[in-house]
Each structure stands twice: as structure tokens, then as C-alpha cells.
């Protein structure tokens, strides 16, 4: 009987545990870590910073080396009339989510590594980042990938707008309600795991368990798109559907393209709702 007590002492939140667990454990002095305050909205003096500006320019080469790989990708398995002879759906999902995997890992330490307009919104609204830097870094991942899918177009113009150019569309036999439902549910899972995978709390916790932020964020990006390619051609990315979308500027790019803006900026939202509320408890305060 005493042994059962004890079991259900250690095993619920509302008692003292002998090995913490959840916002408890996330007490606990494995490393020392304070709670840093957020960012300002407007930071003025950034401006005035060559880390800024360093920061938005790695924003911009990564998102245009993504939209190169990524979009001749999508182009080489669109010109095969038989997919067996091409790296099919897994491949493009790999190069989307492996070229993440890649340029978060080089550009984590200057920018950030956002690559994305919708991760950065889900940051914002998590106070990472001023409201000035999110804009900059929104703007020069739009004009890196417009220019990454230029260049594309400018090697091979005729097989571009032959092939589709890597525009996002919602699929035939799909309502534009399930493409918006799959870029919301796509983008929460990559904004998810990006909070997750940067918490500095976290691994002030977890310490001893190492992890490369890069790995899992490329991982989801890769399963994503296995799910939604199908449905939409997996957007996630607003600066990708537009650079795509922009470069080979035809009606049907542009007909669903408002459900490649809405659907991540929601999914974000929820995504950092998510973890600042529920996952770290921000507003509460532990006792």
C-alpha cells in the first residue's frame, strides 16, 4: 500500500515529485538559465547595425538557393512523362526539406535561419524579434526567392513555363477549403518544430540529450511535403509560392495563391500560440 502512495506521489504534478516533470522539471538548476525579456517592437537602433543588415542578406541568398534547388527539382520531375524515372514525390520532398536542413544550418548563427516569412511571423508574435527586423527578413526572403526562381526561368525559359515553373496550385478534385486546411496544418507542424528545436530552455534542460536544431526543422519540412504535395504542391512558405508564382505569372499561379499567404500566416499563429501558451506556459507562472 505505502508503495502504491508513493508511485502516485511521484507521478502527479500536484504533489512534490522525486524527479520533477514538465514545468517543474523546467525549474530545475541543470543549467542556469533567466527568461529573456521580449523584443521591442521597433528597435531603432538596428537599423543603424551591420549585424542587421548581414542578417537579412543570409535571409536572402538562403531563400534564393532554396528556390533554385528546389524549384528545378519540381521542374525535372514534371518534364518526365513516367515518374519511375524521376526522384518522384519523396524526391522533391527531400530537396525541399534537405535544402532547409542545409541553409538553416549555415544561417542559424547570423539571421536565424528563417528562410520563411511564416516562421518568422510565428516568432514575432512570440516577441523573438522586433517587429523592424521581421519585416526586413519577410522582404529579403520574398526577393531571394523571386530571384531564385528568376534564374531558374533565365537557364531554361521554355521548359519554365512549359513545366509549370513551381507555382503552387490547389490540385484538381481538391476544394480551395482543403487547400487552405493543408497549408494551415502543414505550417503549424514546421513553426511547431522550429520552437521546439530552438528553445533555449529546453536544451538549458535537456542538457545532456544533444540535438541539431537544423535536423528535426528539415525532417518536418520533408514530411509536410509527402503530405501535401498532392493537395497543393506544399506552399509553407509564402516568399516560395510568390517567387514561384511571381516569375511565371500566369492566371492559374495566381487564382488560389491567396491560400499560400493565409494559410501559413494562420498556421504560425497557432503554432506560437501553442507553445508559448500550453507548451511554456508564458503567461503563468510556476509555483
Given at each position: 500500500m505505502e508503495g502504491r502512495e508513493e508511485d502516485v506521489r511521484v507521478g502527479a504534478n500536484k504533489y512534490g515529485e522525486r524527479q520533477p516533470i514538465g514545468t517543474a522539471a523546467q525549474a530545475q538548476d541543470v543549467k542556469d538559465y533567466t527568461e529573456p525579456p521580449p523584443a521591442p517592437l521597433f528597435e531603432p537602433g538596428e537599423l543603424s547595425s551591420?549585424?542587421?543588415?548581414?542578417a537579412g542578406i543570409a535571409e536572402f541568398v538562403a531563400t534564393f538557393l532554396f528556390l533554385y534547388i528546389t524549384v528545378l527539382t519540381v521542374m525535372g520531375v514534371a518534364k518526365s512523362p513516367t515518374k519511375c524515372s524521376t526522384v518522384g514525390i519523396q524526391g522533391i520532398a527531400w530537396a525541399f526539406g534537405g535544402m532547409i536542413f542545409a541553409l538553416v544550418y549555415c544561417t542559424a548563427g547570423i539571421s536565424g535561419g528563417h528562410i520563411n516569412p511564416a516562421v518568422t511571423f510565428g516568432l514575432l508574435l512570440a516577441r523573438k524579434l522586433s517587429l523592424t527586423r521581421a519585416v526586413f527578413y519577410m522582404l529579403m526572403q520574398c526577393l531571394g526567392a523571386i530571384c531564385g526562381a528568376?534564374?531558374?526561368?533565365?537557364?531554361?525559359?521554355?521548359q519554365y513555363e512549359m513545366l509549370g515553373g513551381g507555382a503552387n496550385t490547389v490540385s484538381t478534385?481538391?476544394?480551395k477549403g482543403s487547400g487552405l486546411g493543408a497549408e494551415i496544418v502543414g505550417t503549424f507542424v514546421l513553426v511547431y518544430t522550429v520552437f521546439s528545436a530552438t528553445d533555449a530552455k529546453r536544451n538549458a534542460r535537456d542538457s545532456h540529450v544533444p540535438i541539431l536544431a537544423p535536423l528535426p526543422i528539415g525532417f518536418a519540412v520533408f514530411l509536410v511535403h509527402l503530405?501535401?504535395?498532392?493537395?497543393t504542391g506544399t506552399?509553407?512558405?509564402?516568399a516560395r509560392s510568390l517567387g514561384a508564382a511571381l516569375i511565371y505569372n500566369k492566371d492559374q499561379a495566381w487564382d488560389d495563391h491567396w491560400i499560400f499567404w493565409v494559410g501559413p500566416f494562420i498556421g504560425a499563429a497557432l503554432a506560437s500560440l501553442y507553445h508559448q501558451i500550453v507548451i511554456r506556459a508564458i503567461p503563468f507562472k510556476s509555483k
Open positions: 551591420w549585424s542587421f543588415y548581414r528568376a534564374v531558374v526561368k533565365a537557364f531554361q525559359k521554355g478534385g481538391y476544394a503530405a501535401t504535395i498532392p493537395i506552399g509553407i512558405n509564402p
